[in-house]
């Protein structure tokens, strides 16, 4: 959330900006920002990679990149006035002299704002030859793009690198999840509805749904995904974040380090998955070859330069419980995979059943109340609720139906422009708001509890289940919840 808008010039550096993150989204969400007039007039975007190349050539990337990754009419005025903000520097991330053109760009009357968009193993690398390059003060803000480190150990080589050079209140962690307006709704729909405060725990909350679902193969990035999985690329960071704001205590402010505290609390609450368990905890499949919008794709192993003897995670499916108070005995069903049917991320929280049915004749069994929130690609909250159907009924019975009362941000909100995730956190940081960015602590706990089930798997014998592209995952991901007579939640899920 903005929690001050007193907007300040800053220099705003992106180291990596010939990389795909770049030209997809932090350059287009740069023009957005500069659209909306939310850039200070003295605000500067210096490039920063390691090619050589021209301002002029330079900025026909940018402008580019910006037109295609732009699904909106392109303002030429707001594109004329970013171009005009916008440098370039050649700069071998490994040579400490190169980073000395650094200090031509800096001005004491400007924040640096430093975006790496490279690889976490050169972080350290920048950092020093910054150093180096004595351009760095209290002022200077970093931010770090996903994923930080493999392992609990590589991150904590990572973090220790960065903050050799920058304390904590200088760093932001980038998870591009919590700038969704929809996850940042989940804090206004807790704390400022009294109909879901009083009802936000284990006496009246059933079970919790967390999906996040690609219909997308590895699209080229098969080197790096199958040294990561899908369980260090999506649960590690994207799904935890998400479950940690649907399962935190109300923070006593909204101050960045009140809402960061209580997202670590549940973290460390959460019940370790290890060689003991993992069996009935956790699902992970492998897709093979099938038909996504009824286009013939290949499998996981049939994908170009594949290791045909992988067992990397393309799908995986979790039973996490919290042990605390509030959350005792209910569990959180967590899923994510890929070349799953649709593109779709959303939380739904299943309400428990009335105790008494007094509507026997007309709904034998009454189901439980649903609360949505749709993350993509329809963002908005949806509410299920029992409702009499309209007409003549007979004397001593009433038929009734499931109804959704639906907020569609796309309906509610016509005239205004749903922001992308990193236009938001991009203005949080030149903002110098840290509440939509992820603390160390928050990093490293994550990963305890990741790690944790990363080694039961690589002990166990069973490889990742098979499950067919275009289908919601291997049968075992069923039977997590079937056994506790559950399902998982496929009503927007199945729309394409």
């Known amino acids: 959330m903005v929690l001050d808008n007193n907007l300040e010039p800053c220099d705003f550096v992106l180291y990596g900006t ?107 690398d920048i950092c020093n030859g910054m150093h180096q390059a004595d351009v760095i003060d209290d002022s200077v803000r970093v931010v770090l793009e996903k994923p930080i480190g493999h392992d609990l150990a590589s991150s904590k080589v990572i973090n220790d690198q960065v903050a050799a050079f920058f304390s904590e209140k200088q760093i932001y962690r980038i998870d591009h999840y919590l700038g969704k307006e929809t996850v940042l709704n989940l804090i206004a729909l807790r704390f400022a509805n009294s109909l879901f405060t009083n009802n936000w725990d284990h006496n009246c909350i059933d079970h919790v749904q967390i999906s996040v679902a690609e219909s997308v193969g590895i699209e080229g990035r098969w080197g790096y995904f199958d040294e990561a999985g899908q369980m260090r690329d999506m649960v590690q960071n994207h799904l935890l974040q998400i479950l940690t704001l649907v399962a935190m205590e109300p923070p006593p402010t909204l101050e960045a380090d009140s809402i960061r505290n209580e997202k670590v609390k549940v973290l460390k609450a959460l019940r370790p998955i290890d060689s003991s368990n993992v069996d009935q905890k956790t699902v992970r499949g492998q897709y093979t070859n099938g038909f996504i919008n009824g286009k013939e794709v290949p499998g996981y192993l ?58 026997k004749d007309s709904f034998p069994s009454l189901p439980p109340n649903k609360l949505t929130i749709r993350l993509q690609p329809d963002e908005g909250v949806e509410v299920t609720v029992m409702n009499k159907l309209p007409g003549l009924t007979g004397t001593h019975s009433m038929d009734l139906q499931k109804t959704k009362l639906n907020l569609s941000f796309s309906e509610t909100f016509k005239d205004e422009r749903i922001a992308d995730a990193y236009e938001k956190l991009l203005l949080e940081v030149m903002l110098g708001n840290q509440a939509l960015f992820v603390h160390r602590d928050e990093v490293e706990q994550a990963w305890t509890w990741v790690d944790g089930i990363m080694d039961a798997w690589r002990h166990s014998s069973e490889p990742p289940a098979p499950y067919q592209a275009g289908t919601w995952g291997p049968v075992s991901s069923i039977a997590l919840l079937a056994r506790e007579d559950k399902a998982w939640y496929e009503g927007r899920v199945t729309k394409k």
Not at 309 to 329: M, P, Q
């Open 18 to 124: 010939g990389g795909d993150l770049a030209r997809r989204k932090l350059l287009p969400s740069l023009y957005q920002l500069e659209k909306a007039n939310l850039l200070h007039t003295d605000t500067t975007v210096v490039g920063v990679a390691r090619q050589e190349m021209s301002k002029e050539d330079y900025l026909q990337m940018v402008e580019e990149n910006i037109r295609k990754f732009n699904s909106d009419t392109i303002c030429e005025k707001s594109l004329e006035r970013l171009l005009a903000r916008i440098s370039y520097l050649k700069v071998d991330f490994k040579n400490m002299d190169d980073y000395k053109a650094l200090k031509g760009i800096s001005a004491p009357t400007r924040n640096m704002v430093c975006y790496f968009a490279t690889p976490p193993s050169i972080f350290g």
């Open 302 to 359: 049939d994908e170009p330069d594949a290791n045909t003897t992988s067992k990397t995670e393309t799908f995986v499916a979790l039973k996490v419980e919290i042990d605390n108070w509030r959350w005792a005995g209910v569990p959180f069903y967590l899923r994510t995979g890929k070349r799953l049917p649709s593109k779709v991320s959303e939380v739904v929280i299943y309400f428990k059943k009335q105790p008494h049915n007094l509507f």
